[in-house]
Nanobody, 123 residues
Framework: QVQLVESGGGLVQAGDSLRLSCAASGRTFSNKAVGWFRQAPGKEREFVASIRWSGGSTYYADSVKGRFTISRDNAKNTVYLQMNSLKPEDTAVYYC????????????????WGQGTQVTVSS
């Protein structure tokens, strides 16, 4: 099974940008959809964005449309989440995961979760 590792989080100010990476080991992302989710303390896990590896179709939560961009690098077996115009409400642990259906933002349909990377946006 694919193992995923998230990286790129940090502490930034409102309006700043970050790029998160989700790197795969063990297998490629071929024929998989890769999603980004986030979870803040005391809140449910929230869908952010996903991308279909074959074809590169994208799917975004309304809360991040126009600010976040998901992309993939086939050669690196890596999915990225470019986050611009960050807001304090974006503060959360960000996770990536895989699923086999498209499109969906239901975390219950995703597997192979990474360990998460912390994003903190100060005001």
């Amino acid at each position: 099974q694919v193992q995923l590792v998230e990286s790129g989080g940090g502490l930034v100010q409102a309006g700043d940008s970050l790029r998160l990476s989700c790197a795969a080991s063990g297998r490629t992302f071929s024929n998989k959809a890769v999603g980004w989710f986030r979870q803040a303390p005391g809140k449910e896990r929230e869908f952010v964005a996903s991308i279909r590896w074959s074809g590169g179709s994208t799917y975004y939560a309304d809360s991040v449309k126009g600010r976040f961009t998901i992309s993939r690098d086939n050669a690196k077996n890596t999915v990225y989440l470019q986050m611009n115009s960050l807001k304090p409400e974006d503060t959360a642990v960000y996770y990536c995961a895989l699923n086999d259906v498209w499109p969906t933002g239901d975390y219950r349909l995703f597997r192979s979760w990474g360990q998460g990377t912390q994003v903190t946006v100060s005001s």
